[in-house]
Each structure stands twice: as structure tokens, then as C-alpha cells.
């Protein structure tokens, strides 16, 4: 028996025996907020029944799932989301929940502990109400978020206070982190807006800007050792040009409430559809879930040669959403800069197609 | 020990991952993992098996151990995931033992 800290090992082991080790699953994409910042279309357009989301947790169950994402949208606004959360724990898998907590109350809480919920993160975007409530559209939303997170503390269940910082927040996150820690609640900061999955990249425009994020990424608070956090990576040597960008599509995968099957929730790229395939003729056999996995770092156009490449977060999703899966993604491009001082490779690229030119004429004599 | 009936916890997570079975404990989120051997122990865990049929089947038979040596390995083996617990240990049959 081990019981080490072994979530790389374990990672590891799974992408060589080719399993699925996390998946997200949303149950719905309607939702009782409307957050400015917000990536989905919340009309239902036909998501799955009850039976059928238990056919797919059966066959995550089998392909060898282990860690669960229950999320949406608002998994509370559908009726069934208990029947859905025991049908999960009864096929034994580790089971995170992704609420806004409106909607759980005492009895709510009590349930999600005698079911053995691994985690649940609850997005707060501001400890005060006219700065939070006026994200979400709802009035009252983070009381009544509050409200939940001491409910479900009480209950002994643990809880991340997932903080997406943008504009109209974004000097809020210290407030947040002290209410996350008053609630003795874990603080989890995310400055990446991501476009509308389905096209819209407008609500990008509402990323903080490069100077905001740079006074987040020099707070010790939240960075740990600054130097070491700005710190250029290492020059990439031939075991990370031969790695994949990420889990999504490899250990990791998303399916819709529509029943549709890609390889991250913030990568739009569709490789199978539950309604008409088994899991794992999608896992196994989709021609789109090849591509991705195909990619190695080496093969990236423009990231294989960047100084970052080593220890950049970029998002194979936000690089397919900017028109490219294998092309670096701006905001991550961003991120580095803004960590290290150093221009990333997709930086210098855009620079020099978007500068104009300047004619230099001799002086005169 | 021996007579003992084994079962697991309720509020665990596990899946086999190839030949080993990964467990957590939504207690306190630690991660296990059992080899084969721990596995066949952990699979067959249903609370209505005492520990030794479970040694004399699981591990003598499919293993070829030594049955004294098997047995001392195990209830040390179920000693320490019970005190992790993420193992339900008792001296009669355990009710509701099977699966979650």
C-alpha cells in the first residue's frame, strides 16, 4: 500500500494503459445566474435524461474513470442532479461538484455529505454583494452563496472558493480570499476569460488587463516565492518536445449535456457523440480525439520555439478557439510575459505581422 | 484477526487501474493504491467473507503463498486500511458491506 501524494504517478499510469482517468461531465447548461463573463448558451437544447446520463457514467465507470466532474451550468436546476450524484457514488467514483450553491440549503448539504462528495467548488466573484450580484445578474446571489458554503462547512464537506478575476472584479480577490478563509473555505484564483463556446469571443474583452495581472502574479499571497514564480522556465530538452500539451483528450474528457464528447470543456473541438457511439468506440477509435492526441510539444508552429515552452499553461482549447489547435493561445502568451518580462514567441509573432512599416529616409545633407 | 469479516467503507472512491486499484478517502482526500495481491483482498472484501477463506481463496490459490505467511501479511494489510478507514473490519458479518 501507498499512500504518498501519488496523483502524477497515478496520472502517468493511466495515459500509458490509455484511460480516461478524469472526466467532466455537464448535466445541464441552463443555470439561475447570468454571469457577465459567462462561455455557455443556457437554453436547453435537448440535454440528456436521467437514463441516459447514467448509460454514460456506466461506461465511464467501465473505460476506468475515477475522478468526476459534475458541473453545468447549474447542476441544481435540474430535479434529478441527487438521483444523478447516487447513481455516480454508487459506481464508486471520486465525485467533485461545480455550483453556484444557490440552491443548496441544509437538507441540500446533508445529502451531499452522506454521499460521500469528494469536493464542491462554488465560484465567488466578490465579497461584496453590489460587485457579485451585479456578475451574476441576481440579486441576493452571494448571500444566499454564503449561505451555502457555511452549510455545506458545517456538514464537514470541502469547499473551494473559485474566484475568475475580470475587469469589474478585479480588485476584489483579497477580499474574496479572507472570505474564503473566514468560511474555512480552500481560494482558488482564475484570471482566464474564456470566449463563448460558440464563437462569440467578444466577452474576452473583459480579461484584466496586462498591468492588473501582473500585480496579481507578484503577490506572494497567492504565488508562494515571487523570484521562483517569475522565473524562466529551463530550456526545453528532448522529453518536453516529446510530451503532449495536456491531459485533455489523453487522461481527460468532457461530455455535454447534449451528449457530445470533446477533449476539454474549454476546447470546442467535437470528437464523438454519446447519442449515436458507445464511449469507448469514441475513446478508442474517433478520428478527431487522434488528431489531438497526435500533437506533441515539438509539433506546436509557433510555441516549439519559444522560451516559455517549457513552463508555459497554455490551453490547446483557447489556442483551437483562436483558430488553431496546434498555435499558441494569446492569453497564455500574456500569461508568461506578464509572469516573467519576457515576450513569448506567439508575441513577437503578432507584433511583427501587425507593425507597421516604417520608411527610414537617408538625412539630408 | 483471522475470523475477522472485512468490507469496505462507504465513503470511498476506487476503480482498478490496470493491475492495481486506486482508493481515496473523501475523508481526507488521500490517495491509495493497492498492488495485486492487496487488490484481490480489497475485491473480495464483502463483509460476509471472514479474512482467512478470503486468504485461503484469493492468495494461496491464485498467488501460491505460503497460507501462515499470507494471512500474517493480510491482517496487517487490513489493519492498516482500517485505520485509514477506508476498511470496515468486524467479528460478525458486516450488513450492507458489498459496494459502496
Redesign the interface.
Known amino acids: 500500500?501507498?499512500?504518498s501524494?501519488?496523483?502524477d504517478?497515478?496520472a502517468q499510469?493511466?495515459l500509458d494503459?490509455g484511460?480516461p482517468?478524469t472526466a467532466h461531465l455537464d448535466v445541464t447548461y441552463r443555470c439561475n445566474e447570468r454571469c457577465v463573463h459567462c462561455y455557455l448558451n443556457h437554453d436547453d437544447r435537448g440535454e440528456m435524461a436521467l437514463s441516459e446520463i447514467k448509460n454514460v457514467l456506466r461506461q465511464l465507470?467501465e473505460a476506468?474513470?475515477?475522478f468526476l466532474v459534475i458541473s453545468g451550468g447549474e447542476p441544481f436546476v435540474r430535479k434529478d442532479v441527487f438521483e444523478i450524484l447516487q447513481y455516480a457514488?454508487?459506481l464508486?467514483?471520486?465525485?467533485k461538484l461545480k455550483t453556484n450553491g444557490i440552491l443548496i440549503r441544509e437538507k441540500e448539504a446533508e445529502r451531499l455529505r452522506d454521499l460521500?462528495?469528494?469536493?464542491v467548488q462554488i465560484s465567488v466573484y466578490s465579497h461584496r454583494p453590489e460587485v457579485h450580484d451585479a456578475i451574476t445578474k441576481v440579486k441576493g446571489s452571494l448571500a444566499r452563496t454564503i449561505r451555502a458554503i457555511t452549510y455545506l462547512r458545517s456538514r464537514g464537506l470541502?469547499v473551494t472558493v473559485a474566484n475568475v478575476l475580470m475587469q469589474g472584479n478585479m480588485y476584489d480577490y483579497h477580499g474574496v480570499r479572507d472570505l474564503a478563509l473566514r468560511l474555512g473555505a480552500h481560494f482558488t484564483i482564475d484570471p482566464t476569460i474564456t470566449p463563448h463556446l460558440e464563437g462569440d469571443a467578444s466577452v474576452v474583452a473583459k480579461r484584466i488587463p496586462t498591468h492588473e495581472l501582473q500585480t496579481v502574479f507578484r503577490d506572494s499571497d497567492l504565488v508562494g516565492d515571487v523570484a521562483e514564480f517569475s522565473a524562466l522556465a529551463p530550456a526545453a530538452d528532448a522529453a518536453v518536445m516529446e510530451s503532449f500539451p495536456c491531459s485533455a483528450g489523453h487522461t481527460a474528457i468532457y461530455i455535454s449535456p447534449y451528449a457530445e464528447v470533446f477533449p476539454c470543456v474549454a476546447f470546442p473541438f467535437k470528437v464523438g457523440d454519446l447519442r449515436s457511439q458507445s464511449f469507448s468506440e469514441i475513446w478508442q477509435d474517433s478520428p478527431a480525439l487522434q488528431q489531438v492526441r497526435s500533437i506533441r510539444v515539438k509539433d506546436l508552429t509557433t510555441c516549439s520555439g519559444c522560451g516559455h515552452v517549457a513552463g508555459c499553461t497554455r490551453c490547446p482549447g483557447l489556442a483551437y478557439m483562436e483558430g488553431n489547435m496546434r498555435g499558441p493561445s494569446s492569453a497564455d502568451c500574456a500569461k508568461s510575459f506578464v509572469r516573467t518580462g519576457v515576450w513569448s514567441a506567439g508575441m513577437v509573432e503578432k507584433f511583427a505581422s501587425s507593425a507597421a512599416l516604417v520608411q527610414i529616409s537617408p538625412a539630408a545633407s | 484477526m483471522s475470523n475477522s469479516y472485512i468490507a469496505r467503507a462507504s465513503k470511498i472512491a476506487t476503480r482498478v487501474l490496470g493491475t492495481e486499484t486506486l482508493i481515496m478517502s473523501a475523508a481526507d482526500s488521500t490517495i491509495f493504491t493497492l498492488n495485486e495481491v492487496g487488490s484481490a483482498i480489497w475485491e473480495a472484501a464483502d463483509g460476509q467473507t471472514p479474512l482467512r477463506q478470503i486468504v485461503e481463496q484469493k492468495l494461496c490459490e491464485e498467488f501460491e503463498v505460503d497460507a501462515s505467511q499470507a494471512l500474517a501479511d493480510a491482517e496487517k494489510f487490513v489493519a492498516d486500511l482500517a485505520a485509514q478507514g477506508i476498511l470496515r473490519v468486524s467479528e460478525t458479518p458486516i450488513d450492507g458491506g458489498e459496494g459502496r
Open positions: 500500500m501507498k499512500t501524494n501519488l496523483l504517478d497515478v499510469r493511466a494503459l484511460v482517468l465507470a476506468g474513470t475515477f457514488r454508487d464508486t467514483f471520486s465525485v460521500g462528495i469528494e469536493g470541502k
